[in-house]
């Protein structure tokens, strides 16, 4: 059976880094586009859908740019998953997974990125800053709506994460992880 791969069209998004600069529906202030606020599906949902059934996966084929940021998405929402414990509160995790999400932003072009060799080269320093800071906010704004998700049993807001989502924390996309 093949991965999941992204299903949303980026036909005009800016591309640095092989990484499509796609309109988000966010409050987290940044360079990313404004997404139409009637919008109700984009990247970050699309990431937090398809992390689970895409990290049993070993092997993933890039079919596109879209596929790219989906990559980095499920890469950080893993790392985010292995720092939040059965116990820890959703104060602790909003305040930990955000720290998490403003330090060290490493982009794809970075050596210490795992998967760098599936991403083309940054043309110069100024892309690379704007894709910091783009990611930067993805990844804001990620930790936002994982807590949400991630802190809900039967339907209803909770304190605890779910065992559900915990059950993740030692699957890794592809054998990889950010750290």
Same mark, same amino acid.
């Given at each position: 059976?093949?991965?999941?791969?992204?299903?949303l069209p980026h036909p005009d998004a800016r591309?640095?880094?092989?990484?499509?600069?796609?309109?988000?529906?966010?409050?987290?202030?940044?360079?990313?586009p404004y997404a139409d606020p009637t919008l109700t599906y984009d990247a970050i949902s699309e990431a937090i859908d398809l992390f689970r059934p895409n990290s049993l996966f070993k092997n993933f084929e890039i079919k596109g740019n879209g596929d790219r940021l989906l990559i980095y998405a499920i890469?950080?929402?893993?790392?985010? #998953?292995?720092k939040l414990r059965a116990n820890t509160s959703v104060a602790e =995790?909003?305040? $930990? #997974?955000?720290?998490?999400a403003v330090t060290n932003v490493v982009i794809? =072009?970075?050596? $210490?990125?795992?998967?760098?060799?599936?991403?083309?080269?940054?043309?110069?320093?100024?892309?690379?800053d704007q894709l910091r800071q783009y990611l930067s906010q993805l990844?804001?704004?990620?930790v936002l709506r994982l807590v949400a998700t991630v802190y809900v049993a039967d339907g209803q807001p909770s304190q605890f994460p779910s065992k559900w989502w915990l059950s993740f924390q030692k699957r890794h996309f592809m054998g990889k992880s950010m750290k």
């Open positions: 059976m093949p991965a999941y791969h992204s299903t591309v640095i880094n092989g990484i499509p600069l796609v309109p988000l529906v966010t409050k987290v202030r940044g360079p990313a890469l950080f929402i893993s790392q985010c #998953l292995s =995790a909003t305040k $930990s #997974l955000h720290s998490l794809p =072009a970075d050596p $210490s990125f795992p998967l760098q060799q599936m991403y083309p080269p940054v043309a110069d320093r100024g892309e690379a990844r804001q704004e990620i």
